[in-house]
């Protein structure tokens, strides 16, 4: 059966040969066994159902969240002569009574499906009807709770395994995490199923971190110095964000298009098109944009804001380089950002639990900014991959982080903060710090505290460094309310006392740039 499937793949997919893992994952499903595929975007984690569903009789049933990519995978694969449909809530009546006869005569081999369509009692007595290929579940990630993209429908998928026994399925990410890929075998039954990850190094990318200072000047002399005619992805966290960069970049002559959640479809569309078949187009978005696109000349993925998490940092930045050649992830970051995300989490109605999933999961993407090794490294780790030396390709390695002693800055902070009575967010502090006396000061009588004017040493940008990263690694909290006050954390004390010494970035004050020559 796998010389078939070989046979196949160069004859409809006009493929060479199989990626690892897609040929073991297909002879586990033509035996009939479940599995589960942890595969990064872009690896080719489709082919490992669309084969099989050639070979195996009866009609492979995809379920996938994304309603409005179902109708581009079907004339994707309608153009390779493959028979495949779709059932959504967007088509019309005649359009559905037509396909669902063609399921029951048995001429279809594909059929893409929403979860929630699936699950009612009309099409699963429908495809009760017809001979089940597999099932395949794509986007697996969408049963957890705690993750982005949590689709509750996708709690119920279990019921298939007991209501059509035998029939093999599989489960598809690229998200996971231990515990990820954990909650997806438990919620869908999979415990007998085999288990494919692929390594999730995407080496020629090139990952850089830097303090953000100017945002859109640093981004300008970025795409001057490196990418001035290349394709490429802006994220902003804004809608008004997204638009004011692009009109920025235009001005500056570089054809950027917006895209975000609040313009008309037409206009997304409009775009996302331009971006797909024209040449160095620089889309600038919020994170609405991505799922499911495959350019794979993106030259770079630039972010303007922190994203939320280390999966969708890596998610975004995936979108870069899938051609295997060399690829940017650039990134600035500052105090702001780092304030704004804990604003809005304490903020958000989640549960107390949920919350407390995603501050971790933003410490973890904290820590990825202000670590002082190996940034691959730490992302590989994040996901399980612990064997991976220092890469070589990454800012950190290419120009080694100099580090200083903070922990006597870090005790004058600390103890700035608390002298003014913990109300106060970081520009305040830093006034009584450098021993500034605007009026407010003078006022409330900060000039007469014992750490007024203690920390004349360090210029202002350079105590916001040290905020950011007493903040980041949460020495300090800041409020829920918007204000930005900073509070003492129970992590304090200790350097306080005297009893732990803290080794900061030095930040730098130039922003290096690299050549393409010198990737590895
Ligand atoms: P994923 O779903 O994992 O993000 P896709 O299934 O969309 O990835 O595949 C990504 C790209 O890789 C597609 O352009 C696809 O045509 C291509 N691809 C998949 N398998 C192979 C293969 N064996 N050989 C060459 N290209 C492949
Ligand atoms: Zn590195």
């Known amino acids: 059966m796998m010389e078939r499937a070989q046979q196949l793949l160069q004859d409809v997919f006009g493929y060479e040969q199989f990626r690892t893992p897609q040929a073991e994952v297909i002879e586990t499903l033509l035996n009939g066994q479940d599995s589960l595929v942890v595969m990064p975007t872009g690896g080719g984690k489709s082919l490992c159902y669309q084969l099989p569903a050639l070979i195996r009789p009866g009609v492979a049933v995809i379920v996938s969240p994304l309603i409005a990519l179902m109708q581009d995978q079907v004339s994707a694969l309608s153009q390779w002569g493959i028979r495949a449909c779709c059932l959504n809530s967007s088509l019309d009546y005649s359009v559905i009574a037509e396909t669902e006869h063609q399921l029951r005569a048995g001429g279809m081999d594909l059929l893409y499906i929403a979860p929630e369509r699936l699950l009612q009692a009309r099409t699963l007595d429908l495809l009760s009807e017809c001979q089940i290929a597999l099932f395949a579940i794509d986007e697996a990630h969408c049963v957890s709770q705690w993750g982005h993209d949590f689709r509750p429908e996708y709690l119920q998928l279990f019921k298939l395994r007991e209501r059509f026994p035998g029939v093999p399925r599989i489960a598809l990410t690229a998200t996971a995490d231990e515990r990820t890929r954990q909650e997806i075998i438990n919620r869908l039954e999979l415990t007998d199923a085999e288990r494919f990850v692929r390594g999730f190094d995407r080496p020629n990318i090139r990952y850089r971190i830097g303090q953000k200072d100017r945002a859109k000047e640093q981004l300008l002399k970025f795409l001057k110095d490196e990418h001035p005619k290349d394709a490429g992805v802006v994220y902003c966290l804004s809608r008004k964000r997204v638009e004011e960069t692009a009109e920025w970049l235009c001005e500056k002559g570089y054809d950027a298009l917006p895209y975000h959640a609040g313009l008309s479809p037409d206009l997304r569309n409009h775009n996302q098109h331009r971006f797909l078949t024209e040449e160095g187009v620089i889309m600038v978005a919020t994170v609405a944009f991505g799922m499911g696109i495959d350019k794979p000349n993106v030259r770079f993925v630039a972010h303007l804001d922190l994203p939320k998490s280390v999966e969708a940092y890596y998610q975004e930045t995936g979108r870069a380089g899938r051609d295997g050649q060399p690829a940017d992830a650039w990134m600035v970051y ?35 900014c202000e670590i002082t090794s190996c940034r691959r490294q730490a992302l590989l780790a994040y996901f399980g991959e612990n064997e991976h030396a220092a890469c070589g390709n990454c800012d950190t390695c290419l120009e080694p982080v100099p580090v200083w002693d903070g922990t006597e800055a870090a005790r004058k902070a600390l103890s700035a903060v608390f002298r003014t009575g913990q109300r106060y967010g970081v520009t305040y502090v830093i006034e009584t710090l450098i021993g500034n006396r605007p009026e407010r000061v003078v006022q409330l009588g900060h000039d007469k505290l014992t750490t007024f004017g203690i920390g004349k040493e360090l210029d202002k940008k350079q105590w916001r460094s040290v905020f950011r990263q007493l903040v980041a690694r949460g020495y300090l909290s800041v409020d829920a309310e918007g204000h930005g006050v900073l509070q003492l954390t129970e992590k304090c004390r200790p350097v306080l006392k005297g009893a732990e010494s803290l080794e900061l970035r030095k930040d730098q004050r130039k922003q290096t740039q690299y050549r393409r020559s010198q990737v590895p």
């Open 334 to 368: 500052g105090l702001q950002d780092v304030i704004f995300l804990r604003q809005m989490l304490a903020g958000s109605q989640a549960s107390d639990m949920h919350k407390q999933v995603e501050r971790q999961k933003l410490e973890a993407m904290l820590g990825l």
